[in-house]
């Protein structure tokens, strides 16, 4: 029998594509229908953040933590506050961590029932993606009504945050959780033992935590190989210290154990809220800090669990009102460098799903 002569084709996925959440391409390498090699290419949202941070006040970078994961603009604000508070050991008054607390991990929840949604979508399931998109819309309304904004909230400040939460808000959102609980579950049940979605998934992209470390991987794509690291638990900041909840891990570091630990923390993050609306007491939003911020000279890093991992901010201050040097570590850019090394090998039909699963947001791959 003659044997079939075949030609390896270069093929781009993008940069507009559907299933790559944002501006993002990747030349594909493929002998028939196997992936011999996969280049990431990067850099269509490039905005220059840290270069533009040198030049502003410290209040003045905020806004733009807003426009890295834009799906997680809260917890985004929290990690470049975070940062300088430490830098220059500012006390923030006990209503506003709790503040912060409460739209962080609402925001988190926003953006892991965006991943789900899309995520299926990807994958041919349209009537999760209307699901999801339904509880995403009445939290982007709360913030709304919070913040003032749907999407680049802009909602805390140095020593506190910018506003209080408008009357009735706490209440309203209390009352919401239990419905919010009973929909997971529904979509949890209409998803997760669904056979065609679990053969799309299962097995496939599997690498362990050995991989994962050296790749310097964080949240979701590293607690999926059973290593259970997050900083709200092992290195606590703000007040998580005071809350009970649990650190979701997964078996096999497949597509579907990405996928399930993002229905996973959802219900933690609603125990997390759930706590600090019993907890939040009355007070002062933001603490006594100076007009003018001046971090003493020095080197600081701070980080927080962002809805992507561990993002990171690092300071270099020469004792100005303005950053010498300001470097953020970005989850999503970390994540993504394991890509290549996942595709090698795939037949091209579970591109998407493993792409997806990595869960990236190119406003903070490209900064």
């Given amino acids: 029998m003659a044997e079939i002569r075949t030609e390896e084709m270069l093929l781009n996925v993008g940069p507009q594509h559907p299933s790559t959440h944002g501006v993002f391409r990747v030349v594909v390498k493929i002998d028939g229908e196997m992936i011999t090699d996969a280049t990431p290419v990067i850099g269509y949202l490039h905005r220059g953040t840290e270069k533009l941070a040198e030049d502003l006040q410290y209040p003045q970078i905020i806004p733009y933590f807003d426009r890295l994961d834009y799906l997680a603009a809260m917890l985004n604000n ?4 975070n940062s300088v508070e430490q830098a220059m050991d500012v006390q ?32 041919g399931a349209m009537s999760p993606f209307l699901y999801a998109f339904q509880e995403r819309e009445t939290i ?23 506003w209080d939460a408008p009357v009735g808000w706490l209440n ?9 609980r009973e929909k997971m579950k529904m979509y949890n049940d209409l998803v997760t033992g669904n056979e065609i979605f679990l053969s799309r998934v299962k097995g496939i992209g599997v690498y362990d935590s050995e991989t994962a470390i050296n790749y310097g991987l964080s949240g979701i794509n590293l607690r999926c190989t059973g290593f259970k690291w997050d900083l709200r638990r092992n290195k606590p900041y703000s007040i998580y210290d005071r809350f009970d ?8 570091g497949d597509c579907f154990d990405r996928f399930y630990l993002h229905v996973l923390e959802i219900e933690q993050s609603i125990r ?51 950053p010498y040097r300001l470097k953020i570590k970005r989850p999503s850019f970390v994540n993504l ?24 947001v190119l406003g903070e791959v490209d900064a």
């Avoid at 503040?99 to 609402?106: Q, S, T």
């Avoid at 890509?339 to 990236?360: E, R, W």
């Fill in 337 to 360: 460098q394991i890509l290549p090394s996942l595709l090698k090998g795939q037949n091209m039909a579970n591109f998407i799903a493993i792409l997806g699963a990595v869960d990236i």
């Fill in 92 to 123: 923030v008054p006990e209503r506003a961590e709790y503040l912060r607390i409460i739209v962080g991990e609402m925001n988190r929840v926003a953006s892991h029932l965006l991943f789900l949604g899309a995520y299926l979508l990807d994958l």
């Fill in 78 to 81: 929290h990690a470049i506050v």
């Fill in 272 to 322: 997390i809220v759930e706590q600090a609306l019993e907890q939040i007491p009355e007070g002062p939003i933001l603490g006594k800090v100076p007009k003018i911020l001046r971090v003493p000279a020095g080197e600081y890093y701070a980080a927080v669990e962002g809805a992507k991992g561990e993002l990171g901010v690092y300071i270099v201050s020469d004792g100005k009102d303005k």
């Fill in 140 to 162: 982007c309304q709360m913030f709304n009504e919070i913040s003032g904004a749907r999407l680049t909230y802009n909602y805390m400040r140095i020593g506190g945050v910018k």
């Fill in 172 to 180: 309203n959102l209390k009352a919401y959780l239990p419905r919010l």
């Fill in 245 to 252: 909840f649990e650190i979701p891990v997964g078996q096999n």
